[in-house]
């Protein structure tokens, strides 16, 4: 069954989660312990089928080159190296937040409030738990496990960003970028469009520079480009850096993930 395509706007499509990612979308926590050879037995029934929903723009001839770039704020703090570089280059960015990275992050934060041409504040849920309405573990990371609590992850994520910026966000993009069909259909039917991407920069913030700025450079019209700005201390912000100021001197125009809805309505798209 086809899911909603963001009001026709954007081309929502969704792929099946790979079995094994060589790269991951979102910081993983330790791997899970090997099971026994019995617990293995007693676990053979499939976990819940999981969704990594795809977000491209669509083309649009005689505009030129243009990309998204998303950065997620899971947790922890501000990469300064990304956020100057932004700023510096007046390069627009959709940045999700959760709550517990806005409790922890007042002045970065504020420098993107300063700049509300340049940064569009989304939701990446209350406290960076996977939005996944059964009780499986993501990458390590212990799912939301039921309905109630998937609807916690997320009203609580955007609330937090209405308190700060008195804007309600209309993306969300959980921990993990993994979902249920069941648990986007619940967060569409809250309000909001799920925010997938097309392009993995940062590989969950865990890639060297240089494959960082090789992702980035791999990008193409229309692309949605994933990355974090919650790494200071990872050598992955350097590719991002890299990355961006390369496609910027390529002639890419940057785009916020709205602004490329409200062009394609005046377009009738
Ligand atoms: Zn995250």
């Known amino acids: 069954m086809a899911i909603s ?3 026709g706007l954007l081309a929502l499509s969704l792929i099946m989660a790979q079995p094994v990612l060589a790269e991951t979308p979102e910081t993983p926590t330790m791997p899970a312990k090997p099971l026994s050879t019995m617990a293995a037995k007693a676990n053979k029934a499939p976990g819940p089928h999981l969704l990594e929903p795809k977000l491209v723009m669509a083309r649009i001839q005689g505009e030129g080159l243009a990309v998204a770039l998303t950065f997620d704020a899971c947790m ?3 990469d300064a190296r990304i956020l100057d570089m932004l700023i510096a280059n007046e390069i627009p960015a959709t940045i999700f937040v959760t709550a517990r990275w806005l409790k922890r992050n007042p002045e970065p934060f504020s420098r993107m409030l300063a700049h509300p041409d340049l940064f569009e ?5 209350e406290n960076h738990v996977p939005a996944v309405d059964r009780p499986v573990k993501i990458y390590g990371i ?11 992850e997320v009203e609580a994520g955007a609330e937090a960003i209405v308190k700060a910026t008195g804007k309600r966000p209309t993306w969300f993009r959980g921990a993990t970028a993994k979902y249920t069909r069941t648990s986007i259909q619940q967060i569409q039917a809250m309000g909001f469009e799920i925010a997938g991407y097309s392009v993995n920069g940062d590989g969950g913030s865990l890639l060297g520079a240089s494959v960082t700025a090789k992702h980035f450079a791999s990008a193409r019209d229309g692309d949605v480009i994933i990355a974090h700005i919650n790494q200071p201390s990872h050598a992955a912000g350097d590719g991002v850096v890299k990355g961006v100021l390369s496609l910027k001197a390529r002639g890419y125009r940057f785009l916020k993930l709205s602004e490329r809805r409200e062009t394609l309505t005046a377009k009738g798209l």
């Open 5 to 7: 395509t963001a009001r």
């Open 121 to 125: 504040i989304e939701n990446h849920g």
């Open 142 to 152: 212990a799912a939301a496990g039921s309905p109630e609590a998937v609807a916690r």
């Open 76 to 78: 922890g703090a501000t």
